[in-house]
């Protein structure tokens, strides 16, 4: 009636006691057969089940991420044009020792000069590069480039000085202006990405993961995840 056949040999000459323990072991070992399957295909729904929960948070999340990384885009090119405007007022009015003693006088090249200064290093105080890192990229080539660019930002501020000569607080202005460029040329090129790999998803739903993946215990060998045998315990 659809229930398990014993093995042959169960039921001569033994008594019901032994024959249901003789059929509960064959359904044991029937277990014990498919069990690595089994479980595989467990591992995999729940695998499923949390890769589409996290796709749909990061999807829902996407719009307030996007325009924190844009908001913190635009802050980085004012101070692109803060620096821009620095280096057109270097010269010998503006610098070094000429430069100090015209400083007190508002209006003059040295105190404009100064002003521009300081609204770079403003710029490059904790809290702002603290925003910056929040709107970075975290995770490979571009998170990487992205940290390093705020490391060397950071270094930056006592570099800023217009007392020096107007050849090294040129030099110093641009590599300020260098590090900005490449950081927002990351967080940039970070945002494209996202933006195509969110049209893929909506295009062909979630991506598989990469052969070699190992989750719950199991790595991905390669073509349908969702086939259990494409998966083998680590």
Not at 156 to 163: G, K, Q, R, S, Y
């Amino acid at each position: 009636g659809g229930g398990l056949v014993a093995p042959p040999g169960i039921g001569a000459g033994r008594s019901k006691e032994q024959e249901a323990a003789a059929t509960e072991a064959a359904r044991l070992r029937t277990q014990l057969q498919f069990a690595p399957a089994v479980a595989a295909a467990e591992a995999d729904a729940t695998r499923q089940k949390k890769l589409a929960e996290a796709q749909a948070e990061q999807q829902a999340e996407a719009p307030k991420r996007q325009q924190r990384f844009q908001q913190a885009l635009q802050a980085a090119r004012n101070v692109e044009t803060s620096i821009d405007r620095a280096l057109q007022m270097i010269g010998p009015m503006s610098t070094g020792f000429v430069g100090a003693r015209l400083r007190g006088v508002e209006g003059s090249p040295a105190y404009n000069l100064a002003a521009e200064i300081e609204t770079v290093k403003a710029n490059l105080g904790f809290d702002r590069l603290q925003q910056m890192r929040e709107a970075s990229p975290t995770g490979g080539a571009l998170g990487a480039i992205a940290v390093q660019e705020l490391v060397a930002l950071q270094s930056t501020v006592a570099n800023l000085d217009p007392n020096q000569s107007p050849e090294q607080l040129r030099a110093n202005l641009q590599r300020v202006r260098d590090h900005y460029a490449r950081w927002r040329a990351a967080v940039e090129q970070s945002l494209r990405e996202e933006g195509q790999q969110g049209q893929q998803q909506q295009a062909g739903g979630p991506r598989p993961p990469a052969p070699g993946t190992i989750e719950d215990g199991y790595r991905f060998k390669g073509g349908d995840p969702a086939n259990p045998s494409n998966w083998e315990r680590v």
